[in-house]
Nanobody
Framework: QVQLVESGGGLVQAGGSLRLSCTAS????????MGWFRQAPGKEREFVAS????????YLSDSAKGRFTITRDNAKNTVYLQMNSLKPEDTAVYYC??????????????WGQGTQVTVSS
């Protein structure tokens, strides 16, 4: 069992930056692929980024490429999402997720409660 807690959301102006963090409980964090998803009001949840257990295989959605970076620190049981050049359309609740080594954009087993990101124009 893995419990995930996100932090770092907030209100930022367009063009600004935020860094989201997700800290996991449990001693097997380093074995999980970690992902970030988001859900805007009235829309389905969508994949944003994922990173393999070793940190050597980051994968970003088209909307995140060039602006977002996903990293992880297995010693701290934490995964990060650095978001730069934020746009109003990035406004959403951002969720952290954990899954097996084979997952990339789907198939995650554990989810956090989410953190709100609001980008004002």
């Amino acid at each position: 069992q893995v419990q995930l807690v996100e932090s770092g959301g907030g209100l930022v102006q367009a063009g600004g930056s935020l860094r989201l963090s997700c800290t996991a409980s449990g001693r097997t964090f380093s074995s999980y692929t970690m992902g970030w998803f988001r859900q805007a009001p009235g829309k389905e949840r969508e994949f944003v980024a994922s990173i393999s257990w070793s940190g050597g295989r980051p994968y970003l959605s088209d909307s995140a490429k060039g602006r977002f970076t996903i990293t992880r620190d297995n010693a701290k049981n934490t995964v990060y999402l650095q978001m730069n050049s934020l746009k109003p359309e990035d406004t959403a609740v951002y969720y952290c997720a954990a899954g097996g080594p084979e997952v990339i954009t789907t198939g995650y087993n554990y989810w956090g409660q989410g953190t709100q990101v609001t980008v004002s124009s």
